[in-house]
């Protein structure tokens, strides 16, 4: 429990930072959040909460939140009437529109709205507004893990459950530093005492640490990884034939891709020992339930996609889909990344439904009443081509919604470039001002965790409630009432949302949209997620399990393709992007740490926090450290071919490989984003964060 002081009442609710979803009570006193502890009865954390989510009821009340509606006026933003304020977005809008096309405006959301508020902007920018150009910052860190689960298995949805880690016998984790980032699911490995942990990453992670076998490969070298422990399970017939044969497709495709991946080809890229290799994939092969989990080091990458479809063809071959304790996991990043991705209008319309079916379409317009033809028949831009799009000038009005790009959007300069460009942009945000906000002719000030009701869906497709336990400050709204209101000044307001007053009224349609489908809400109620804790989907009406049961998808064989079978993908190596070169001799590597979220707009606001973690570091080997003259705690600037951090301080460590660095993300001051490159993964478009050429140099002296 954080700093308790007398609650009045508690308010069950959700955390609002990773997508675990810890269970939380709020404790209220006289319309403050004084405190929060762990729901003991959770599902998910059982009581148990990390320092961030302890401390998060201090975001509520931190210095630096939105508070009025703010308009640029001769250069300055001046604060106006929400009357005005939507007003004046809307008029804005339908100018540009009339000026320059229906689909010159933008939109870029985040993981962090509940999944009603989800299910309203996508209607509202697409069938009120009137773009398909809408994207979330999602696609900053897991459209690679939905490309990939729709390529293999022909729709997104991770398959597993948190319960696999307690059940599988061999872990697999990949790029993924769950005890940093993760750290309530990471109790869930302790707890598995009769596990093999095997770690992929070329940093010593604290998950690392932990593991039975580090693999420390070679940056961005799991692809090849991947593929050579496959071609080591179809050689040595270490696959489950029977299951291959039944369930999947494109084996023999498969086999003759993986020709060139010799162990002797892979132990070359990867940087590990040819016997290594190979007594992984025994023991995954091998293994009676393997569990294969990974995150953002598979996702930030231009192979991302194909890594991860090597990783589901590694389950597929090994028959451990949706069995329990195995199963292929993209373990998700912000609270409700998941709820983007079902409700959609961004890489599907709701409920996994395809832009390109007519048949979907169809299914949505009698549903919502209006004719098929307003529904887009293809998605629109992902979010860095809506960026290009303003660089080039054909994206004219841009709507950013609680995500704060100018420090998380790689390769900064673009940006500034691409919003300096435009006519209007919109900033809807809890706080201000934020790097982002201050270049905005609109602000609007939104409510935030703790002060608004909906639901989250977590990594293992958990619903779970999501309550308002006090009022926003001052003039803040719900993001839910501002795209309602907003609505109501486009008119269109009584056409989507006939009678729609309060988050329950989206839940409601959302229940009947998802019916049917792979996400399938109709026999979820917001009580029934209150009583239990959250309900994995699919749930339906007529479920005939406990709605606290545990779920795995394709748990029978068949998969959302039309043959029901799953692909298997070849996929292949490449050497990332920008190699180091002697101008730029390390690599660099960025991610994150346990104390801050995302781009610190919340946690660099509390104090505890900010104590526990108050700059970024730059981690080097001591063998690079020696050869540059450097020491411990001096400070080095970071320079790429694009742009300049200045004075980081220096961690010396074996933590790193020699001729790599690692930078946090989090700190606008010292904003990684400034060198890191503009390439995205051609399938997916996530940005390939995790690698790019750099040098170090000691910084002048202050
Ligand atoms: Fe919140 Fe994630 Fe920490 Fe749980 S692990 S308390 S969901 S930040």
Redesign the pocket.
């Known amino acids: 429990t954080s700093a308790r002081k007398h609650a009045e009442r508690w308010v069950n609710s959700?955390?609002?930072?990773?997508?675990?979803?810890?269970g939380?009570q709020l404790g209220v006193r006289e319309n403050k959040v004084v405190s929060v502890r762990?729901n003991p009865h959770h599902p998910?954390?059982r009581g148990?909460?990390?320092?961030?989510?302890?401390a998060?009821h201090y975001a509520i009340e931190a210095e630096g939140r939105a508070l009025y509606p703010l308009l640029r006026r001769d250069g300055a933003l001046t604060r106006v009437s929400w009357d005005d304020a939507l007003s004046t977005m809307a008029e804005r809008f339908r100018a540009v529109q009339e000026k320059h096309g229906p689909e010159s405006i933008g939109v870029i959301s985040t993981g962090q709205l509940v999944t009603e508020e989800f299910y309203t902007l996508g209607k509202l920018v697409q069938l009120g507004i009137g773009t398909r150009h809408y994207d979330g910052n999602t696609t900053l860190c897991m459209s690679t893990a939905v490309a990939g689960y729709k390529r293999s298995f022909g729709s997104d949805g991770p398959p597993g459950a948190y319960q696999d880690l307690e059940l599988a016998d061999v872990i697999l984790l990949i790029g993924a530093n769950i005890a940093e980032n993760?750290?309530?699911?990471c109790t869930r490995l302790e707890a598995n005492k009769s596990k093999t942990l095997i770690v992929v990453d070329p940093r010593v992670t604290k998950t690392a640490m932990m593991a039975d076998l580090h693999l420390p490969i070679k940056p961005r070298s799991d692809l090849a990884l991947i593929n050579a422990m496959l071609r080591v399970i179809i050689d040595e017939h270490l696959y489950n034939e029977s299951y291959v044969d039944a369930h999947t497709s494109g084996f023999d495709e498969l086999r003759s891709s993986l020709e060139p991946y010799t162990l002797e080809y892979a132990a070359g890229i990867t940087g590990l020992d040819e016997p290594l290799i190979r007594r992984v994939a025994h023991l995954c092969a091998g293994a009676r339930a393997p569990f294969i989990g990974w995150t953002m080091g598979v996702n930030h990458s231009t192979k991302g996609t194909e890594t991860v479809n090597a990783i589901n063809n590694l389950a597929l071959l090994t028959g451990s889909v949706g069995r329990a304790g195995a199963s292929p996991f993209s373990i998700t990043g912000q609270?409700n990344a998941m709820g983007t991705r079902e409700a959609g209008f961004s890489s599907s319309l709701p409920g996994y439904r395809k832009f390109e079916s007519e048949d979907h379409r169809n299914e949505l317009a009698q549903i919502w009443n209006i004719d098929a033809s307003c529904i887009p028949a293809a998605r629109g831009l992902a979010y860095p081509d809506i960026i290009e799009a303003a660089v080039a000038g054909r994206i004219r009005a841009l709507w950013i919604i609680g995500t704060n790009p100018i420090v998380s959007f790689p390769n900064i300069d673009v940006l500034r470039h691409a919003l300096g460009n435009l006519d209007f942009l919109v900033v809807q945000d809890g706080f201000h001002p934020t790097p982002t906000t201050e270049l905005a002719h609109l602000v609007l000030p939104a409510a935030i965790w703790g002060e608004k009701e909906g639901s989250y869906t977590n990594s293992e497709r958990r619903v779970s409630k999501v309550n308002k336990a006090v009022n926003p400050p001052a003039e803040a709204r719900s993001d839910f009432d501002i795209f309602l209101q907003l609505a109501d000044k486009l008119g269109c307001r009584e056409e989507l949302f006939p009678q729609w007053q309060r988050p329950s009224d989206a839940f409601e349609e959302w229940r009947r949209v998802s019916s049917g489908r792979l996400c399938d809400y109709s026999g979820m109620t917001y009580d029934a997620i209150e009583s239990s804790g959250g309900i994995q989907w699919p749930f339906t009406a007529t479920s005939p399990d406990d709605p606290s049961s545990t779920r795995r998808l394709y748990a029978d064989g068949h998969f959302e393709t039309e043959d029901t079978r799953a692909r298997l993908i070849p996929t292949h190596w490449a050497p990332f992007p920008e190699q180091p070169s002697s101008e730029f001799p390390f690599v660099l590597n960025t991610g994150r740490t346990v104390e801050h979220?995302h781009t610190r707009t919340k946690t660099g606001a509390i104090s505890i926090l900010q104590q526990l973690s108050p700059r970024a570091w730059l981690e080097m080997n001591p063998t690079d450290a020696v050869r540059l003259n450097l020491k411990p705690h001096d400070r080095v600037d970071i320079v790429s071919a694009r742009g300049r951090v200045n004075r980081v301080e220096l961690r010396v460590t074996e933590i790193i490989a020699a001729g790599q660095v690692f930078l946090p993300f989090h700190f606008a001051e010292t904003n990684a984003n400034q060198v890191t490159q503009s390439a995205f993964d051609p399938i997916s478009r996530e940005p390939n964060f995790k690698q790019c050429a750099v040098r170090v140099e000691k910084s002048p002296t202050a």
Do not use: D, F, R
Request: charged share 10%.
């Open positions: 959700t955390c609002g930072y990773c997508s675990v979803g810890c939380m762990g998910v954390n148990k909460l990390c320092p961030k989510g302890l998060e993760h750290p309530i699911l609270c979220w």
